[in-house]
């Protein structure tokens, strides 16, 4: 564990990666009251600028690159690893070599091998890692679970949960964005749902055993293309009959339910042009990756995925997450030997076998959002848990640790050798210490 902060003096942070999970974390934790960025690391000047004037950063604590930030050896009582999927070995490594306390961004790693590593590394050096598996903190998990520990359903039997990634997010995120290639990020099961894969384990209370997997990329292809389409949106005659029309997505001109008024579509529109005009907006579609036809682009991950798994306590689970949905919250249902759950966004609720009555249970509401944080309210629950045990040193609300978290890249991995080679896979372990 890292030195607790002297009474009355604030938590300082560092941040390495100010994108959009680094910056929300970044504003979250600022906006504890307990914490202070002392450090930024972001090679993208826009986004390192304006984080860092937003968030009184000083001047010589911002780096445009964390190997310079780290090398500085400043004076922080924790890190934020935010970095591109595949660059979080570094900082971690470096960062548990100073005896920062860290809260790495998952996936941890994109492949067994780097999971390995870092199982290795923070083992040896008894580094405090935590993982942003923002699912564990919401308040809707934080009643589901004090139902299930309370007996509301009996034993878990089994478990239905669905991950309605949304038409137009997949088509941001996997088709056109940073996602969209498994070879330059991650399968889209590990960028997506891991969180999912590290919920269900949570909920249930029990280790994955062995998974089954099946998904393939079934409609962003060139055959699924309407007739006339070009490669790009912004002179596609296609365009206005189509879902996945960018200039729909970002609001640039032709918006589709609101788009510019949607706070959501708001986001991924200052993702593709940080803090731009309707004009910059319009030269990024013509020019830049977001504006390029959805079946036109390079894109080779799986739009859609099942996965069947078998829990040590012999509960099971039939897990599905596809981008042909509307945006909205995952959904799921619980089976157990004394009744049955229906989650919701806002409600839980309970039918119970022996009386025939269904008790429904109201989600507490999450506080207002701050810029670009997400998740029903896990950000903030995450942030502020790990922020207070900084301050505090107990620990106990940090529930995201990493050997919890290696245990649900493990399931994801074995889905992935599921899905590939049509079997079913026994979820194996990242320790080398065994």
Same mark, same amino acid.
């Given at each position: ?12 942070? +560092? ?7 680094? /910056?929300?974390? /970044? ?68 960062? /548990? ?14 492949? %067994? ?20 598996? =923002?699912?564990?903190?919401? %308040? ?49 099961? +590990? ?35 309407? $007739? ?56 990024? +579609? ?42 909205? %919250? ?19 609720? =309970? ?18 959002? =701050? ?10 629950? +995450? ?19 990493? $050997? ?12 992935? $050798? ?8 026994? =979820? ?7």
């Amino acid at each position: 564990m890292g030195a607790v902060p002297a009474q009355g003096h604030p938590v300082r942070l +560092l941040i390495a990666g100010a994108g959009a999970r680094g /910056a929300a974390y /970044a504003r979250l934790a600022v906006a504890t009251g307990q914490a202070v960025i002392a450090g930024l690391a972001e090679p993208r000047p826009l986004l390192r600028n304006r984080l860092a004037a937003e968030l009184k950063v000083p001047a010589e604590g911002v780096f445009e690159d964390w190997q310079a930030m780290l090398k500085n050896r400043l004076p922080a009582d924790g890190i934020i690893i935010a970095t591109p999927d595949r660059e979080h070995g570094g900082p971690f490594a470096a960062a /548990a070599a100073h005896g920062y306390p860290i809260l790495l961004e998952k996936p941890v790693a994109v492949d %067994p091998a780097g999971c390995a590593e870092l199982e290795r590394l923070g083992r040896e050096s008894g580094a405090t890692a935590t993982v942003c598996h =923002v699912l564990r903190y919401t %308040p809707l998990t934080a009643l589901l679970r004090e139902l299930l520990l309370g007996g509301a359903v009996g034993r878990i039997i089994s478990v239905q949960h669905l991950e309605p990634v949304g038409f137009w997010h997949f088509a941001h995120s996997y088709v056109r964005g940073n996602w969209r290639r498994e070879e330059d990020s991650s399968p889209f099961l +590990l960028a997506k749902c891991t969180h999912d894969v590290d919920w269900l384990s949570f909920i249930i209370g029990s280790r994955p055993l062995k998974v089954s997997s099946f998904g393939t990329l079934a409609h962003f292809r060139p055959e699924g293309a309407p $007739e006339g389409a070009a490669r790009r949106c912004i002179d596609c005659p296609a365009e206005p009959r189509c879902p996945y029309s960018a200039l729909k997505i970002y609001g640039a001109g032709r918006p589709l339910n609101g788009a510019r008024a949607d706070p959501a579509r708001a986001y991924f529109a200052d993702v593709v042009d940080p803090g731009g005009t309707p004009e910059s907006l319009l030269h990024a +579609l013509a020019t830049g990756p977001y504006g390029r036809c959805v079946y036109f682009s390079d894109n080779d991950v799986v739009d859609h995925q099942v996965v069947n798994i078998e829990y040590e306590n012999g509960t099971t689970a039939a897990f599905t997450a596809t981008a042909f949905t509307a945006v909205g %919250p995952r959904r799921t249902r619980i089976f157990g030997s004394h009744g049955e759950i229906d989650v919701e966004a806002e409600a839980i609720s =309970v039918f119970d076998f022996l009386t025939g009555t269904t008790a429904v249970h109201p989600v507490p509401a999450a506080a207002p959002r =701050v810029q670009g944080e997400k998740h029903e309210g896990g950000d903030r629950g +995450l942030v502020q848990a790990w922020v207070a045990a900084l301050a505090t040193g107990d620990w106990s609300a940090v529930v995201s640790g990493l $050997e919890e978290s290696l245990v649900s890249h493990a399931a994801v991995f074995a889905a992935e $050798e599921a899905r590939r080679s049509s079997t079913v896979v026994q =979820v194996g372990s990242f320790s080398l210490s065994q």
